[in-house]
């Protein structure tokens, strides 16, 4: 499992359309939100796993809407560094 994206939701009318197909809005011209099935994403991921990817966005891809990880565009994205406390 790369994503854990299971289909996408009209916001207005709840209606269901489909997450590997170019959506624009809904029937009623309402955005579509992405759903993800969350339970699957806990029961199979753990933190440590996540802590041990590389420090990019796509440390968390079970929760992004690319479905492959041949999908995957990046721009050189990262973490924010940790920041210092001034004592």
């Not at 207005?12 to 011209?29: K, L, M, N």
């Amino acid at each position: 499992m790369f994503s854990a994206l299971t289909h996408l939701e009209c916001a207005r009318t709840g209606g269901r359309y489909a997450a590997d197909e170019v959506q624009g809005t809904s029937a009623v011209g309402a955005p579509l939100l992405a759903r993800y099935d969350l339970q699957r994403v806990a029961a199979t991921v753990t933190r440590e796993e996540i802590s041990g990817r590389a420090a990019t966005l796509w440390r968390y891809h079970e929760l992004l809407p690319v479905q492959s990880a041949q999908r995957v565009v990046s721009l050189g994205e990262g973490t924010p560094p940790a920041r210092e406390c001034a004592a």
